[in-house]
């Protein structure tokens, strides 16, 4: 029974607001001492319907998104960093969360590979996907979230 326990439970899916959870993780980053000389911009799109998701773990995999972003910050020294997250709907049927910071990631530092699988395996339990690209200015992470049809659709705000 107890191996039983010990087994990965496949989270609680429920139609969510991307734009809740990514408010509410730029929310909890900013009670973090560490991350204290960070200003985290959010830049939520209006028109972002509700995805079937879980809830909790689209709020961790933003929340690890946004501390790579801010330990890469981090280590460069400076005195006040920013990172900017939004969100928006494409036309490809896709929810997105974009995170943009102005200095790079050590691909080859453990804890950064481990962050990256991490929200990568969480956002495919959700049928998504995780892209990085970095390019000599700055890094930008990106998850794109299935928008299944017969969504219902959120007002705005």
Not at 22 to 29: F, S, T
Not at 107 to 116: C, G, P, S, T
């Given at each position: 029974h107890l191996a039983e326990l010990a087994q990965p439970q496949a989270a609680a899916q429920d139609w969510v607001d991307l734009n809740t959870i990514?408010?509410?993780?730029?929310?909890?980053?900013?009670?973090d001492k560490r991350y204290r000389q960070m200003r985290f911009e959010c830049l939520l799109a209006r028109d972002v319907p509700a995805i079937h998701a879980s809830g909790d773990a689209l709020q961790h995999a933003v929340m690890r998104m946004l501390s790579l972003a801010a330990d890469a910050a981090v280590r460069t020294g400076a005195s006040s960093c920013h990172a900017q997250v939004s969100t928006r709907a494409d036309?490809?049927?896709?929810?997105?969360?974009?995170?943009?910071?102005?200095?790079?990631?050590?691909?080859?530092?453990?804890?950064?590979?481990?962050?990256?699988?991490?929200?990568?395996?969480?956002?495919?339990?959700?049928r998504g996907r995780l892209s990085v690209q970095q390019d000599a200015r700055e890094p930008v992470l990106s998850l794109a979230l299935e928008l299944?049809?017969?969504?219902p659709q959120q007002e705005p705000r």
């Open positions: 990514v408010h509410r993780a730029v929310n909890l980053m900013r009670y036309d490809g049927g896709r929810a997105r969360v974009q995170t943009e910071f102005p200095t790079t990631l050590d691909f080859q530092d453990v804890e950064v590979q481990r962050a990256l699988l991490l929200i990568r395996s969480v956002v495919e339990s959700m299944p049809s017969g969504m």
